[in-house]
């Protein structure tokens, strides 16, 4: 039902009407064409009727009285045009009621805005409250692994039965100087030994080593080749250490690359210390740190020249990366200080100082403040920890709040009533000043609160799918984004709508944007006049005079031909990007390139990669066994152990542990091979509840081939014959691979349930073409997002499915607005869809581009970060600007405009 516009109020003292007839369009909608509240009353009653009768005759099944009520309907009704209509009702009766609410509220805070600024104050004031209560999480394994995989069942399994999986601290030795001469040869080699000693005499001598070392028969644990000769250097040769391979703690290989036993040589050794992870962590922690220093500085020098060090501890990549972050925080910093400069000076008139704004920018930052202050209160208050990635949620909701900020800016500006000002500036009353204050909140208020609303709404949703990701560390990014979102929703439409009419009393009063304390005399009526012409800036200008004529050429066959030409356009750019970028997206991520530039883990990564492989362990473990003193238990038991060691890409035991020692100590209940006693857990009965073995396993640097040999792996321990056994098999960097192995199904099942909230979010505030055209729009520009980060040389992986969501959060922003106005128009003011389009981009176009063109300006500072993390945040935040806004201000007023 099309609703007529009530007729224009008379035109303010000195002008005509001709003068008014020949003014420029009516904004989106005009203060003289907004909807008669009792019109609209009416219009509410009448749709809520509707949906109420549309439901009880589908509920009756009688289609007769569905056509008495569908009066408009030419054709016989389906179960389509049941849905249409009842879908209409909805979103009709939705929408009057959210207009009718925003225009309560604006009167409300309107006439008290001083007393809404205070009330808003204190509710920030009592949610920052449980920030006292906010404690940090940085441990790694609780943040990024999923918790409801299989490896993380397993790694339980191992926790609770053999303890928490211990830390490492570990020295490579590499020889640089190696010559054809065989003295220095044998030197050299004699030197790395000796190297190895004495890093193993200066480790053991920092203060808390024998506090944190894990132990084993009552000795510190150390994985060296000196191990079996007690750390002594002397007189020994490198045919020593291969004489001794069965009794090394792990395959020579591991410990030393480039033997020569001829020359009494090798290119590289390998030393770790293993620490028992059930100490304290600050005692770890602070043992971990010397040990770094010591090594980093060639411990005390006693290592020769000739010899490469490089080191690594179990704490080393957590600091790097906290290292690279905190190197670029000025910058994002300076992201935020661009966003708050761009505000100001987006509200400054810098030819008129009283009616400029820069100040109101600034309030734009404390509601955003305010509004991030109260969502991690409240996030404390409900038990969740601050993580480094909820440092993200800062800059985000920046975005977000500046968005709809100058769409309530911008709606305000538009509701100035002249007849209203006018009798201000003759007024003294000030309930009447207040009155007419409250009457322009309202209707900026009625105009933009539906689109915020709308897209705060779509934003939570997006951030609460994101919620649902089995990884605690974006889970409660995600859990923290969402509540901001309300919150900054909230302080929007009360705390920053207050500041608007306090900053319209200070014009009236005629004292100076940034000193409001100095009054200046009222201007000449011409000159006022023409600062008011004035106003529109460069971008309101670019948008009304170029871009919305060549994108909508008279006449109208021309507009309806180049609307279709803009949507093929996009859809096939949609496509080739989706099918050239998207479908061949790499997964994973390179963990090195989030690391500085010179940090000497990619030394030390260096050294490994180049001697020793990428080498982990497999764990085969046992659960509860019965009778193991069985000769089935027994054979099913060696069974099992015999499959896993014939698999290729795992490494025997020693010697000791083929014959099967251990084996047989197990069926005896006896110690047997003393360095595994502890590898044995018996109940108080002496039955035994779990056993493991740890076997050396290569590890292959394409993880869809370490993704094969773990499936592998746990075909062994599924097989039947072992199912008496409780067998498992598990791997420390599997928890990664499982995270790895279903980024795909987490990315489907993020963007899909992000999509469908927007989806039914939109059909609820919008009409159901406006709906459907919003959601498809989003949908694009995930598509096109994708597959520029594909060409551009991102990676699939969590921090990609996050920028994803975010994209899902930011394009909701660039295109709900223009589907609302549009809607609006069309509903309200009765206007044609080439001239509801037309309108809504030239007045409300350029609030929406200022939101998008801070964003941009903001990221642009992030290209000069070293970090890969702040790198790809700046290409994911460049492609989500660009292919929003192409998506917003191209193909949805095309859609509108042909099918809208």
């Not at 906290?322 to 505000?343: C, K, Q």
């Not at 208020?445 to 897209?455: I, K, Y």
């Not at 705060?456 to 951030?463: E, I, P, Q």
């Not at 929003?884 to 007023?893: D, I, V, Y």
Request: charged content about 20%.
């Amino acid at each position: 039902m099309v609703v007529a516009s009530p007729p224009p109020p008379p035109p303010p003292a000195g002008l005509s009407l001709s003068d008014v007839q020949a003014g420029t369009e009516a904004p989106c909608p005009a203060p003289a064409a907004l909807p008669n509240p009792k019109i609209e009353e009416n219009n509410s009653l009448q749709a809520c009727d509707e949906l109420e009768m549309t439901v009880k005759v589908k509920e009756e099944g009688d289609a007769s009285s569905h056509a008495q009520v569908s009066t408009s309907a030419t054709t016989a009704p389906t179960w389509h045009n049941h849905l249409a209509h009842w879908a209409s009702a909805v979103s009709t009766c939705t929408r009057t009621l959210t207009r009718r609410a925003f225009r309560a509220l604006g009167l409300a805070v309107g006439a008290r805005p001083m007393l809404t600024v205070i009330a808003t104050v204190a509710f920030v004031v009592a949610c920052c409250a449980g920030n006292i209560m906010l404690k940090a999480e940085n441990d790694f394994e609780k943040l990024w692994y999923p918790r409801h995989s299989r490896a993380w069942k397993d790694k339980v399994f191992v926790r609770d039965h053999f303890g928490a999986w211990n830390r490492t601290a570990t020295v490579y030795l590499e020889a640089t100087t190696i010559t054809n001469n065989n003295d220095n040869n044998n030197n050299m080699g004699s030197k790395l030994l000796q190297a190895a000693a004495d890093v193993h005499r200066l480790t053991t001598q920092i203060p808390l080593y024998d506090d944190v070392c894990a132990r084993k028969s009552m000795r510190c644990v150390t994985a060296s080749v000196l191990t079996p000769f007690e750390h002594n250097a002397t007189s020994l040769t490198w045919a020593n250490v291969l004489n001794a391979s069965d009794i090394l703690p792990a395959p020579v290989d591991v410990l030393a690359a480039g033997i020569d036993t001829r020359e009494n040589n090798a290119a590289a050794v390998r030393v770790s210390f293993e620490l028992d992870r059930a100490k304290s962590t600050e005692s770890l922690l602070s043992f971990e740190k010397t040990f770094l220093q010591l090594c980093r500085g060639r411990f005390s020098g006693a290592i020769s020249e000739n010899i490469r060090v490089a080191c690594e501890a179990t704490r080393s990549y957590q600091d790097e990366q906290e290292r690279a972050l905190e190197g670029d925080t000025m910058l994002m910093m300076g992201a935020v200080g661009v966003m708050l400069l761009y505000t100001s000076l987006a509200f400054a008139k810098p030819r008129d100082a009283v009616r400029s704004q820069s100040m109101l920018g600034l309030s734009v930052m404390i509601t955003v403040g305010m509004a991030l202050g109260s969502a991690f209160g409240a996030c404390a208050f409900a038990g969740l920890p601050f993580t480094q990635l909820s440092l993200m949620s800062v800059f985000i909701i920046i975005g977000v709040g500046v968005d709809d900020t100058f769409v309530l800016h911008g709606a305000f500006e538009r509701a100035r009533d002249s007849d209203d000002e006018g009798a201000m500036d003759v007024a003294s009353d000030a309930s009447m000043e207040a009155a007419c204050d409250a009457k322009r909140l309202a209707r900026a208020l009625e105009e933009a609160g539906p689109s915020v609303l709308l897209t705060s709404l779509t934003d939570a949703v997006a951030f609460s799918v994101g919620a649902a990701i089995d990884l605690p560390a974006i889970r409660y990014f995600c859990i923290v984004a969402g509540v901001a979102v309300i919150f900054v929703f909230i302080l929007q439409t009360t705390a920053f709508a207050a500041c608007l009419v306090l900053d319209a009393k200070r014009q009236r009063r005629r004292r100076l944007d940034v000193a409001p304390c100095i009054v200046t005399s009222k201007p000449a009526e011409n000159d006022e006049d023409q600062s008011r012409q004035e106003d529109d800036g460069l971008l309101e200008k670019l948008l009304r005079d170029y871009y919305v004529p060549t994108l909508f050429p008279e006449p109208e066959e021309r507009i309806a031909w180049r609307s279709i030409v803009v949507c093929l356009m996009i859809c096939v750019m949609t496509v080739l990007l989706y099918t050239l970028g998207a479908q061949h997206i790499r997964r994973g991520a390179n963990w090195a390139s989030f690391l500085p530039e010179d940090s000497y883990l990619l030394e030390a990564y260096e050294v490994r990669d180049r001697h020793f492989g990428n080498v982990g362990s497999l764990m085969v473990l046992t659960g509860r066994v019965q009778n193991a003193t069985h000769p089935k238990t027994l054979e099913a038991i060696r069974s099992l152990h015999a499959t896993a060691v014939a698999l290729p890409w795992v490494r025997a035991l020693p010697a000791e542990m083929e014959r099967g020692v251990w084996y047989e100590a197990l069926s005896r209940g006896e110690v047997g091979a003393t360095s595994l006693r502890t590898d044995v857990v018996r109940d108080e009965s002496g039955d035994i509840v779990a056993s493991r073995v740890v076997y050396t396993a290569d590890v292959p640097m394409d993880p869809d081939e370490d993704v094969r040999r773990v499936d592998e792996a746990r075909r062994v321990a599924d097989d039947p014959r072992f199912s008496m056994l409780g067998a498992r098999v598990f791997s420390a960097h599997w928890q990664w691979l499982e995270r790895y192995r279903r980024i795909d199904q987490i990315t489907s099942q993020t963007i899909g349930g992000a999509l469908g909230g927007v989806a039914l979010v939109s059909i609820l505030l919008l009409r159901p073409s406006a709906a459907v055209f919003t959601t498809l729009s989003v949908g694009m520009c995930c598509c096109c997002l994708l597959g520029g980060m594909s060409l551009w040389g991102l990676r699939l992986n969590v921090a990609t499915v996050v920028n994803l969501v975010l994209g899902v959060g930011f394009s909701i922003d660039y295109s709900a607005h223009i589907a609302d106005c549009f809607a609006t128009r069309r509903s309200v003011n009765g206007e044609s869809r080439t001239e509801a389009v037309k309108k809504t981009l030239a007045t409300l176009g350029p609030n929406v581009l200022h939101g998008g063109c801070s964003t941009l300006l903001a990221v642009l500072l992030l290209a000069a970060s070293k970090s890969t993390a702040y790198q790809d945040i700046f290409k994911s935040f460049l492609l989500i600007v660009v292919f929003g806004l192409l998506n917003g201000f191209a193909l949805l007023p095309c859609t509108l405009r042909l099918l809208g």
